[in-house]
């Protein structure tokens, strides 16, 4: 009898638990159907992941820009599904432009004049208009790339060569002030000057002009490189020891 007893006690708490766990499955799948239809459900739990990741905080809606702190500013999505305070200083938005979704990402970069240039992307869609969708050979990292020439110029020192190579091959620019390793490095007609000691290269115009206005500034090492790799000659008296080697 007591056998018995205890098989029933244990049957109808085996029940129980089954119950407890089909309406947690059941409510489970009830908020998995709210968010995915539901705009501002999925955001926000994409904001959670973002914090859990990143220690970021959790972003709130804003109405306006006076419910934000002094380093930001409020920006609504195209469709006004959403609004957050984003931030006007270039570091802090690079730090968390990369966890918005395009559309957000679009409006802040109007808003702010400045550009998200840590944003991972698939394709040239992915990226704000005035940049393309680059990726490294290995296809390890990709990320919006400027098509005007200056902000180009001014971002390619910054990445890393893998990088910068794969961006002068889509954007057909050169990236002046930063090393060239060969001729697949410069374009538009530049020239890379390399060193017969390897400490340096660089793509440099052969124009007459050019050479002839940017040599008095080149050491003598790269002096002799830059007039091997343009087969023309520096008008400028440079004393043989009157620099230091680069």
């Not at 469709?79 to 432009?97: A, I």
């Not at 969708?133 to 919006?144: N, T």
């Not at 060239?180 to 007459?208: E, M, P, T």
Request: proline residues 4%; aromatic residues 8%; glycine residues 4%.
């Amino acid at each position: 009898m007591a056998c018995w007893l205890l098989l029933l006690i244990a049957n109808v708490w085996s029940l129980s638990n089954l119950a407890a766990a089909t309406e947690d499955v059941a409510a489970a799948m009830a908020v998995d159907d709210e968010c995915g239809h539901d705009a501002p459900c999925s955001l926000n739990a994409l904001q959670v992941q973002t914090e859990r990741t990143d220690g970021l905080e959790e972003p709130t809606r804003c109405d306006n820009s006076s419910a934000c702190a002094d380093n930001r500013t409020c920006v609504f999505k195209p469709d006004r599904s959403w609004s957050q305070c984003v931030p006007v200083d270039d570091g802090t938005f690079q730090k968390e432009c990369r966890y918005w979704d395009r559309g957000l990402r679009d409006q802040a970069i109007i808003a702010t004049g400045i550009r998200c240039n840590s944003v991972q992307c698939e394709y040239d869609q992915d990226c704000p208009l005035s940049t393309v969708c680059v990726s490294k050979p290995d296809d390890s990292w990709a990320q919006c790339v400027p098509l005007t020439k200056k902000e180009f110029q001014t971002a390619c020192v910054k990445w890393e060569d893998d990088f910068r190579l794969a961006g002068i091959r889509a954007t057909g620019f050169n990236c002046p002030n930063s090393r060239c390793y060969s001729q697949d490095w410069c374009v538009r007609g530049a020239r890379c000057a390399l060193q017969s000691d390897g400490k340096w290269g660089q793509c440099i115009s052969c124009h007459d002009d050019s050479f002839q206005t940017n040599c008095y500034s080149w050491k003598a090492t790269f002096i002799s490189a830059a007039e091997y790799a343009c087969h023309r000659k520096c008008r400028y008296d440079l004393e043989p020891d009157s620099e230091d080697e680069k």
